[in-house]
């Protein structure tokens, strides 16, 4: 019995850090705007999937004629964001009704495969949840104070990324709890609820677009993948 | 006063990885080998620097024949590793004979550049240490077994790059302690014998070559700098 599949697309940022106006989702990649090759990975993935895709309000007039300029042909629900990743993906999960597995993706990870999206599905389906996770190539510190830091055994971490994928009844709730300052990612805010987090092996290839030199790298790694 | 500057250069990987025979510090990038970029950064900062490239036996005669296919021309001392990274510094700074400052770097950083090792050097000579770090740019968890993991403070950790440069003296005085199998790196080896590490603000483009996709974003990354 397969579980009706939901995914919330987050792109939140601005385009301060790029030196652009426009937001970093909406740059070019290889000739195609960021969020598209993002909402494309999970179409690619299951063109069954319920897509919400949560944006700023201000942004949502530039995805309307975004969407009509590069022919995207595919129905999803567009939802203006809140102040925050977390008001932000509680307004997505407002426009889901029914239960199923959802995957929280962030809109500047195009790089998705849908590999890696059937793994956070198939994983969720198993645990409830489903986290992408990657282990660490450098050596590890941790700060203690301004002038002090210890070493860490690094094999004891892991780099968090997404999809974050869980169960919708389970996230729905663990999402009523009031926003906390240090909740960074959907696998806290699923933790502090009560729940057990189950990581899967993400991919180094799977990064997050927040630089202008992370869009010349996901260039090079494109360039390769065709 | 200025104390005299050394650096050991330590390219101990095969090419396993990259499904080639030839290890990965003698594969090109932009039609040079790894290991030259990462010399020639050292030369560009100080041209009187002393080197000592530390090679396994079996690479010192690629190594020969790299130099002289490339015009390499400047005076370095090659010596041979040892069966671990821990051996392979150790012996490299069996060259030393005078006190300074000694950067340790990989041989396959090849993007690291000349403000970054004055930046090493500059800081060593205050502090008896300075290593290079950035701090996380994903979320990071902890992981307690195999089904169970916490979230974690990310802002309370740094990955490690590498220059690491030390006071010469205490650096080899803290490598005549045993070898220990989770010392991944000097900064490690140089606080379990007593003493201060100190972190400076590497850089998110001084990425260590280890897989084939490394490689080519290394070349995304120097194409943007030319």
């Known amino acids: 019995l397969t579980q009706k599949e939901y995914a919330i697309i987050v792109a939140g940022g601005k385009g301060t850090r790029f030196g652009t106006s426009l937001p970093k989702q909406f740059l070019e990649l290889n000739g195609k705007p960021v969020l598209l090759h993002t909402l494309e990975a999970f179409y690619r993935y299951s063109p069954q999937i319920e897509v919400i895709l949560v944006l700023p309000e201000d942004q949502i007039s530039t995805w309307r004629d975004t969407a009509v300029r590069y022919s995207f042909n595919h129905e999803l629900t567009v939802q203006s964001g809140g102040p925050s990743r977390f008001q932000s993906v509680k307004k997505g999960l407002e426009k889901i009704h029914g239960e199923g597995l959802v995957a929280i993706h962030d809109g500047v990870r195009p790089l998705v495969t849908s590999a890696l999206i ?76 009560g729940h057990e987090i189950f990581l899967f092996d993400g991919s180094y290839d799977n990064i997050k677009i927040t630089t202008p030199e992370d869009l010349r790298i996901a260039e090079a790694l494109l360039r390769h993948r065709l």
Do not use: G, W
Not at 168 to 179: D, F, G, M, Q, R
């Open 118 to 193: 059937a793994d956070s599905f198939r994983y969720a389906a198993l645990h409830q949840s489903a986290i992408c996770a990657v282990p660490l190539k450098e050596s590890l510190r941790m700060v203690e104070d301004s002038s002090n830091s210890k070493a860490v055994d690094r094999s004891a971490f892991r780099l968090i990324q997404t999809p974050q994928t869980f169960k919708v009844s389970l996230l729905k709730n663990a999402y009523t709890a009031p926003e906390v300052a240090d909740a960074t990612d959907d696998a806290t805010v699923f933790e502090r609820a």
